[in-house]
């Protein structure tokens, strides 16, 4: 099919990131394969690819990844598959590209890219109907800077978020589900009642290949599956803790994740620990969380002070899922 053009919403994130937007129209649904192509951005040197979409109930979407870098496309790189018997995360990096596939990202393997292409295929489904927006988030990671908070901002809590341990989860792997188990805390923030069990969430987000649970991509994908066209939800990167607040002030919480040591948390994170956050008390100077990582449910809502919760996130250059609510 012929390549598409167009650019339907562009966010400027910072100097670092910028996420683009392609929402698919009726056409575009109709077909089993369709091309985004984006063939001049600013430099960046990373790509992750969020979709919105319902998930086929036979058959699967495959999704690939082109980028553009001195005049050349790189070959289709396989980035994921997502459908009916589950979901897979490919790492492909051929010998002959200057771009490889990773975990929820596509990187140029030495210096920047400049333009990308998204194609998504319909494998033994009839057409893309389920499909509805395309998210390409692109940073420049080594633009990236922590900028403190240095302005006051408004008082908001979002009301009757969950409180939800993975701790105290009946699944043996609870301790690897930190990310599975924000985003049900963040989808039952949103719809205000408990429907989403976290122990049932992660099974529709672990990656078919390696057993990973904790895929930004997959997590998004399948909540967007679960809120439904009512809502998009996408991986960025975000400039600073302002922009987040922006999407707490709308009424929606953002997953962010911590590395190192937090003072007032439950223990030193080596790796990266997903906190759901749900407001800010500017008198205080402290970010309301849910943070799954304490051993009780009651114990998991907690704030911790702005400056110790940005050098942790800042760790992980502000990667976050925001969720939208479409008119």
Same mark, same amino acid.
């Given at each position: 099919?012929?390549?598409?053009?167009?650019?339907?919403a562009s966010s400027l994130f910072? !100097?670092?990131? &910028?996420?683009?937007?392609?929402?698919?129209?009726?056409?575009? &649904?109709?077909?089993? =394969?369709?091309?985004?192509?984006?063939?001049?951005?600013?430099?960046?040197?990373?790509?992750?690819?969020?979709?919105?979409?319902?998930?086929?109930?036979?058959?699967?979407?495959?999704?690939?990844?082109?980028?553009?870098?001195?005049?050349?496309?790189?070959?289709?790189?396989?980035?994921?598959?997502?459908?009916?018997?589950?979901?897979?995360?490919?790492?492909?990096?051929?010998?002959?590209?200057?771009?490889?596939?990773?975990?929820?990202?596509?990187?140029?393997?030495?210096?920047?890219?400049?333009?990308?292409?998204?194609?998504?295929?319909?494998?033994?489904?009839?057409?893309?109907?389920?499909?509805?927006?395309?998210?390409? *988030?692109?940073?420049?990671?080594?633009?990236?800077?922590? &900028?403190?908070?240095? &302005? !006051?901002?408004?008082?908001?809590?979002?009301?009757?978020?969950?409180?939800?341990?993975?701790?105290?989860?009946?699944?043996?792997?609870?301790?690897?589900l930190s990310l599975p188990t924000? /985003?049900?805390?963040? /989808?039952?923030?949103?719809?205000?009642?408990?429907?989403?069990?976290?122990?049932?969430?992660?099974?529709?987000?672990?990656?078919?290949? *390696?057993?990973?649970?904790?895929?930004?991509?997959?997590?998004?994908?399948?909540?967007?599956?679960?809120?439904?066209?009512d809502y998009a939800v996408r991986?960025?990167?975000?400039? $600073?803790? !302002?922009?987040?607040?922006?999407?707490?002030?709308?009424?929606?919480?953002?997953?962010?994740?911590?590395?190192?040591?937090?003072?007032?948390?439950?223990?030193?994170?080596?790796?990266?620990?997903?906190?759901?956050?749900?407001?800010?008390?500017?008198?205080?100077?402290?970010?309301?969380?849910?943070?799954?990582?304490?051993?009780?449910?009651?114990?998991?809502?907690?704030?911790?002070?702005? =400056? $110790?919760?940005?050098?942790?996130?800042?760790?992980?250059?502000?990667?976050?899922?925001?969720?939208?609510?479409? $008119?």
């Open positions: 099919m012929p390549f598409f053009l167009l650019l339907i910072g !100097e670092f990131s &910028r996420t683009h937007g392609y929402p698919l129209t009726d056409r575009d &649904r109709l077909s089993r =394969e369709f091309t985004w192509e984006f063939p001049e951005t600013a430099p960046f040197n990373e790509l992750i690819l969020t979709w919105n979409a319902k998930r086929p109930s036979e058959g699967r979407y495959s999704f690939f990844v082109s980028l553009h870098q001195q005049g050349q496309w790189s070959p289709w790189l396989y980035t994921n598959e997502w459908g009916d018997l589950g979901q897979i995360i490919f790492l492909d990096a051929p010998a002959d590209s200057f771009a490889a596939s990773v975990t929820d990202a596509v990187k140029p393997k030495q210096g920047m890219a400049d333009g990308f292409r998204i194609k998504v295929v319909a494998a033994e489904v009839d057409n893309l109907s389920g499909l509805q927006h395309l998210w390409a *988030t692109i940073s420049n990671l080594s633009e990236f800077r922590a &900028r403190p908070l240095d &302005r !006051e901002l408004d008082l908001i809590l979002l009301p009757n978020a969950p409180r939800q341990s993975q701790i105290t989860l009946r699944h043996p792997r609870s301790l690897d924000a /985003m049900s805390t963040a /989808m039952n923030t949103i719809l205000q009642r408990k429907a989403v069990n976290p122990s049932e969430f992660c099974e529709q987000v672990i990656d078919s290949d *390696t057993d990973f649970y904790e895929s930004w991509v997959l997590n998004a994908a399948e909540a967007s599956n679960q809120l439904g066209s991986v960025e990167r975000l400039a $600073d803790f !302002e922009t987040l607040h922006t999407y707490l002030l709308n009424g929606s919480p953002v997953l962010i994740p911590i590395r190192g040591s937090l003072p007032g948390g439950p223990r030193l994170y080596y790796m990266p620990h997903i906190l759901c956050v749900i407001g800010y008390n500017p008198e205080e100077r402290k970010v309301y969380c849910i943070d799954s990582g304490f051993p009780s449910d009651k114990s998991t809502f907690v704030s911790y002070k702005i =400056e $110790d919760f940005l050098r942790c996130w800042n760790n992980q250059k502000n990667i976050a899922t925001v969720f939208q609510k479409l $008119d």
